[in-house]
């Protein structure tokens, strides 16, 4: 939703990438006889590794593709065999085996991180390792450097894009770090020099000088190893809290709380593993629990100081969650300042759950009767990729513009998804309990494995595969800006082109659940990384919320179909309907008349005459549309009824002005009673599809109301404007800042 969606501009990019595949997969099962000698490989890597110190690569896009989908290994390590690189064969997946691998080179990082690796036998291959954590959270040479030895399970042997043949790693899981003890080890890989003491005391040091040195995944190796040995329980708990800091500075937020032995303390709690608890569950967004936690700190520890100003931050995000009660002033500053714009605040659901829907799978259902303007959601997002518009590829802070290919859907989108991917990835890797509430998003038909463990540890990628992650994304991902205040700054900017779609990008998992209609009763509004949701229409309890996917404009059907068909649906909505049924004769027509009236509005001067020849485009404009606009709102038709609506405020005209205003809010589907001089006071009785300009819709008729001395209906049409405001930003405390 919102995002750049350009598969017609590389078209021709997708069928070349479609028949390399094909290419590829005629050699399939065949042992290559040209495979390049360890020499080669490793000059080759080498200097094309020191030349990339020296290329300046800010200009280039970079792009990357989504390959076939695969499962990751499931299969236990004692039931795997052992194979060399001279094995290998290519396009194949090697299930039921594995590799031991010793990188030679250090690791140079593009889209994945590559590496020159070694087996037993001196054959040289070159290793790509996907969904790895960005240079700037933890360097390459951290994950894999020379001497570093792998085992990777169920080796995936390819040819790569330049020809040559390596082997491809897609989930987290098939790649372990052997450790120098580890009896897999080959004996010519083992190290001379045996450490004499590898006691729980000695490793606890390392790991804390590890620790000093910001080596946070050195120390967590460490501080395990340590836990293997033999010591005393005092010892066993010390380390154990201190591995815990590591894995919270890693943001292994599960691993770091189980080290604290929560939510059992014991009888003689301790401060540090309490703290740490603490932090964990908060970064989990478990609040409650954290304040709980928290208090019992207080309470056992009385002279600790820092426990009350964390205490005050969790009861304040606790106290978000339970009542969806923000400071938007404050969040709005925030999102301004930070890059990336995530803010530290609370998700809050509001009177809506999901259920099953008659046709549509899932969706979400208000739980009681709400008001145009009311708040559904302010989540908090799963995963959010930011870019940081203009600032370019140095920009810590921001993700890069990504062509991201999709070979087998035929899609390519231009922005952060490639970044988003990773970090979800990521982030079910590192803290597998939030797994579940992003695996239950719909993803199609895609099918991962029926495990979600092997050899005692997680894997986040049959759980959640890496594939099924690219799934999940590609069907709930949004586009987002860094907030509708300044989207909505930028619409009222005649002079600047509206901004339709967004690089930056993320998962909100409730709002996910919400099914697409033209004829919509909610909207969506971004402050950084939290999306609002607030109705737009009265609703009863019972009633599904819907948000369009693509904005309809009354263009064509066949368009919208078009926008809408990575989502496999095909609208109902009236709207659609309507346009369906209605003559090609009439439909043709239309686009006409509003290249007319744009004739006619961009004229020098705009005379009597002119001003009646749009009235009349106007009414022949909605006289093509034969069902009520209430049922089927005139989409061609608000615009330009807006820009006579302008014209007649230009000329003072403010009966004029107040009729055609009136003729915008009809248009777009709404029932009004009193938009007149008349004695009937001014009310909304339904509501319409809200759209951007509607604000200043309003406002025209509250200047109307004034000038003509009717101060109730007058504020009444204010306040409907700042209701519309709330809806389209997500919050009204900015209005009369940006309307004062």
Not at 151 to 177: C, I
Not at 507 to 526: D, G, L, P
């Amino acid at each position: 939703m919102d995002i750049y969606n350009v598969t017609d501009e590389y078209t021709d990019l997708l069928h070349r990438q479609k028949k390399t595949l094909r290419e590829a997969q005629k050699r399939q099962g065949q042992r290559p006889r040209d495979r390049k000698s360890r020499e080669h490989t490793y000059t080759k890597f080498m200097v094309a590794l020191m030349s990339s110190g020296n290329r300046e690569q800010n200009h280039m896009l970079h792009s990357s593709f989504i390959p076939p989908a695969y499962l990751p290994c499931t299969t236990s390590m004692t039931e795997l065999k052992h194979v060399a690189i001279k094995d290998l064969q290519l396009e194949t997946h090697h299930r039921g085996t594995y590799l031991l691998l010793r990188a030679i080179t250090p690791p140079s990082r593009m889209t994945a991180i590559m590496v020159v690796m070694e087996d037993e036998n001196g054959d040289a291959i070159m290793l790509q390792l996907y969904q790895q954590e960005d240079e700037g959270k933890r360097a390459a040479a951290d994950i894999v450097s020379v001497g570093t030895i792998l085992l990777v399970k169920e080796p995936y042997f390819k040819v790569m894009g330049d020809g040559e043949y390596g082997l491809r790693v897609d989930h987290l899981s098939d790649v372990v770090h052997l450790k120098k003890d580890d009896a897999r080890m080959p004996t010519a890989w083992q190290p001379r020099l045996i450490e004499i003491e590898r006691s729980a005391e000695s490793l606890k040091i390392k790991g804390n000088l590890s620790m000093a040195e910001s080596r946070y995944w050195d120390a967590i190796t460490e501080y395990s190893d340590a836990l293997r040995q033999p010591t005393t329980a005092s010892l066993f708990e010390i380390i154990k809290r201190n591995r815990s800091l590591a894995f919270l500075k890693t943001k292994q937020f599960d691993a770091a709380l189980s080290d604290t032995g929560f939510p059992d303390f014991n009888l003689n709690p301790n401060e540090k593993a309490m703290f740490r608890a603490a932090e964990a569950l908060y970064n989990l967004e478990r609040f409650s629990e954290c304040c709980q936690v928290l208090e019992l700190l207080r309470s056992n520890f009385p002279h600790n100081r820092q426990v009350a100003v964390i205490l005050d931050l969790a009861q304040s995000r606790s106290l978000e969650q339970e009542t969806g009660v923000y400071n938007f002033k404050k969040l709005q500053a925030q999102a301004k300042k930070l890059r990336p714009p995530h803010l530290d605040h609370a998700t809050y659901i509001g009177p809506v759950e999901i259920r099953d829907t008659e046709s549509r799978g899932r969706g979400l259902f208000v739980t009681k009767d709400v008001k145009a303007g009311d708040l559904l959601l302010c989540e908090k997002a799963f995963s959010h990729a930011f870019v940081n518009e203009g600032s370019g590829d140095g920009d810590a802070s921001s993700s890069k513009i990504r062509l991201l290919l999709k070979p087998e859907t035929d899609q390519a989108f231009m922005g952060a998804q490639p970044d988003l991917l990773k970090l979800t990835v990521q982030k079910l890797y590192r803290n597998p309990s939030v797994a579940p509430a992003f695996i239950a998003l719909y993803h199609g038909s895609y099918q991962g494995a029926n495990t979600s463990t092997a050899d005692g540890e997680p894997i986040v990628d049959t759980r959640i595969p890496r594939f099924l992650v690219d799934r999940i994304i590609s069907f709930n991902v949004f586009g987002c800006p860094v907030s509708s205040l300044a989207s909505h700054a930028q619409s009222r900017d005649q002079s600047r082109p509206e901004q339709k779609a967004h690089h930056s990008c993320g998962i909100w998992v409730h709002a996910s659940y919400i099914n697409h209609s033209c004829t919509s009763n909610a909207r969506r509004a971004f402050i950084g990384n939290m999306m609002i949701v607030r109705a737009s229409r009265d609703m009863e309890a019972g009633t599904e919320v819907t948000f369009w996917y693509q904005c309809p404009d009354g263009n064509s059907a066949k368009d919208l179909v078009k926008l809408l068909k990575p989502w496999g649906f095909v609208c109902a909505c009236t709207i659609c309907q309507d346009a369906r049924a209605t003559d090609a004769v009439v439909l043709r027509k239309r686009p006409k008349l509003i290249e007319e009236l744009k004739g006619v509005f961009n004229s020098s001067a705009l005379r009597r005459v002119e001003v009646e020849k749009i009235e009349r485009l106007l009414a022949t404009l909605n006289q093509t549309y034969t069902q009520p606009a209430q049922d089927v709102p005139r989409l061609l038709l608000w615009d330009p009824q807006l820009a006579l609506a302008r014209i007649y405020v230009g000329q003072n005209k403010t009966g004029k002005a107040m009729e055609s205003a009136a003729k915008v809010l009809i248009s777009l589907g709404f029932v009004v009673v009193g938009a007149d001089p008349s004695h009937t006071r001014f009310a909304i009785v339904r509501w319409g599809l809200v759209m951007d300009y509607l604000v200043e819709t309003l406002l025209h008729m509250r200047n109307a109301f004034t000038a003509l001395g009717l101060r109730e209906d007058s504020e009444r049409a204010e306040e409907y404007a700042r209701t519309t405001y709330r809806i389209i930003v997500g919050e009204d405390t900015s209005f009369d800042a940006t309307y004062g």
